[in-house]
């Protein structure tokens, strides 16, 4: 070795050593902190604050984007953990469902339980990701009744947001992190999940990458990390419809006014065969009615907001019967009422399923999950195509795992849920050794009524699954069918 080298050596080894000593010199990470002011939402006393986190969460640099966050504390001492409500959509925010979970789903918990709302990053308060128009809105008839996810709106929609936001960091793992860190924030060192739909997914994201932080969860509508939206929506929807039939026929005042329903829809399916048909509709702007063109697509589409629900299907057998017809005004006043993603953000939406869902979907996949169901494969092809003007965050195939935790959990669950099919929460249940699967008779993708809510209360007072009394589960009764539509 020449002396040269030598000192080359001795420079390496001493920049190393100081790179070595540098990092065990750094300081740790300061715990993330949250300002709570008094504020009122929903015409409910509360706490709000943001907490600032970075949008990109692994190199910790560049922009910082807030999360909103609403405290409802307990009415009295707060002696148990909080309980966390996760949104549905994906997109939807929290903190938009204050005033029913709180007065309602949640209501008797709060005595002791300080209820924590966080709007995950893009929804609500959280840097939200919500475009102008891409044909969701029904004043806008042509959109609206048009093709789905129309590719120009969405590429604009893109090109609008990504002026505020790297789209690709808007996934459901991030968005799980920002919530513990203000978990952490807020000082509650165990927390209690409640979630429906697709807060369902975030739920048992959340449980795996923060294991040891949740004492029980009770989720309703179960969507599994390999649901891969929109993929069942098909067979989810057709199942719906079937029953829709079947239970219209067996009430006597359905069958009554309504007695060939499913030659009535088919009859109105065909006249699509040849392509978009010429409906009379209100014109929302100017109060009249005027032809517009309605795409097969976004016919079933519509529907299919309406199936979702026991509440919206009650309405199913008229409006078909009406449509068979030729009068498309329920089926307008409807659509508009029960429609889906209009208070979701979407661009939140398409950067989660664009990111953890439809990458993954085989064209196998969509023949078998589609065939033979009145929704077809449009659904799901026209969601592949918008993803295409959209961008892929850093999710690979393992998001698809199976989440499995010992974690108290009850899956809630309807027999003739329209989105996430009772099918999902069958052969999640295995996953959760101490889970317990409660399937809801006559429900659909709803958290509603005394029996789900007094299941919720006495779960989270004990959490002890399969000890829970939840005969009132199968007493349930589905609404009474719309004889006319006002």
């Known amino acids: 070795m020449t002396s040269k080298t030598a000192i080359a050596v001795l420079v390496v080894v001493g920049l190393s050593a100081a790179g070595a000593a540098a990092v065990m010199l750094r300081k740790p990470e300061p715990p993330p902190t949250i300002a709570l002011q008094p504020c009122e939402v929903a015409n409910i006393s509360a706490q709000c604050g943001t907490l600032e986190v970075f949008e990109d969460r692994g190199s910790r640099r560049g922009r910082k984007i807030g999360?909103?966050?609403?405290?409802?504390?307990?009415?009295?001492?707060?002696?148990?953990?909080?309980?966390?409500?996760?949104?549905?959509?994906?997109?939807?925010?929290?903190?938009?469902?204050?005033?029913?979970?709180?007065?309602?789903?949640?209501?008797?918990?709060?005595?002791?339980?300080?209820?924590?709302?966080?709007?995950?990053?893009?929804?609500?308060?959280?840097?939200?990701?919500?475009?102008?128009?891409?044909?969701?809105?029904?004043?806008?008839?042509?959109?609206?009744?048009?093709?789905l996810f129309p590719p120009l709106l969405i590429r604009a929609c893109r090109q609008q947001l990504e002026q505020k936001a790297d789209l690709r960091l808007y996934t459901t793992p991030l968005a799980m992190?920002?919530?513990?860190?203000?978990?952490?924030?807020?000082?509650?060192?165990?927390?209690?999940?409640?979630?429906?739909?697709?807060?369902?997914?975030?739920?048992?994201?959340?449980?795996?990458?923060?294991?040891?932080?949740?004492?029980?969860?009770?989720?309703?509508?179960?969507?599994?990390?390999?649901?891969?939206?929109?993929?069942p929506f098909a067979r989810a929807t057709q199942n719906a419809w079937d029953r829709v039939v079947t239970d219209c026929a067996a009430d006597a005042k359905c069958h009554g006014a309504f007695p060939d329903l499913r030659t009535e829809f088919d009859a109105v399916l065909a006249r699509f065969n040849e392509g978009p048909v010429q409906v009379e509709m209100r014109d929302p702007a100017t109060g009249r009615d005027r032809a517009v063109t309605l795409e097969r697509e976004a016919f079933v589409e519509r529907l299919r907001g309406m199936l979702y629900t026991t509440f919206g299907a009650r309405v199913i057998p008229i409006v078909v019967h009406r449509a068979f017809l030729g009068d498309f005004h329920p089926f307008q006043t409807m659509a508009a009422r029960h429609r889906l993603g209009g208070a979701s953000s979407r661009g939140a939406y398409f950067s989660m399923t664009c990111s953890e869902s439809v990458p993954f979907i085989t064209e196998d996949e969509i023949v078998a999950e589609t065939r033979g169901t009145f929704l077809g494969d449009r659904r799901t092809r026209a969601h592949i195509e918008a993803c295409k003007e959209w961008v892929r965050g850093d999710v690979d195939r393992s998001f698809l795992e199976p989440v499995r935790t010992d974690v108290s959990v009850v899956l809630f669950s309807g027999d003739v849920d329209g989105a996430t099919p009772p099918w999902i929460a069958d052969q999640a249940i295995a996953n959760f050794s101490n889970g317990r699967l409660i399937r809801a008779v006559n429900t659909g993708h709803q958290v509603s009524g005394p029996c789900t809510w007094e299941l919720m209360h006495a779960f989270f007072t004990s959490p002890v699954a399969r000890q829970l009394d939840a005969s009132c589960a199968a007493d349930l009764r589905r609404p009474a069918f719309a004889l006319e539509v006002n």
């Open 177 to 231: 992190d920002d919530m513990d860190d203000v978990r952490a924030a807020l000082g509650y060192a165990h927390i209690n999940l409640a979630g429906a739909s697709y807060g369902t997914l975030s739920a048992q994201i959340y449980i795996k990458r923060h294991p040891g932080r949740v004492r029980a969860a009770f989720l309703v509508g179960l969507a599994t990390t390999g649901f891969k939206l929109p993929l």
């Open 67 to 147: 999360i909103n966050v609403v405290v409802l504390r307990a009415l009295g001492s707060a002696t148990a953990e909080p309980i966390f409500w996760l949104e549905g959509g994906p997109g939807g925010a929290a903190t938009s469902a204050i005033g029913p979970v709180s007065q309602q789903y949640l209501r008797d918990l709060r005595d002791s339980r300080d209820l924590v709302f966080v709007d995950q990053r893009g929804t609500g308060g959280s840097n939200p990701l919500n475009c102008t128009e891409i044909g969701e809105s029904p004043d806008n008839l042509d959109l609206f009744y048009g093709r």
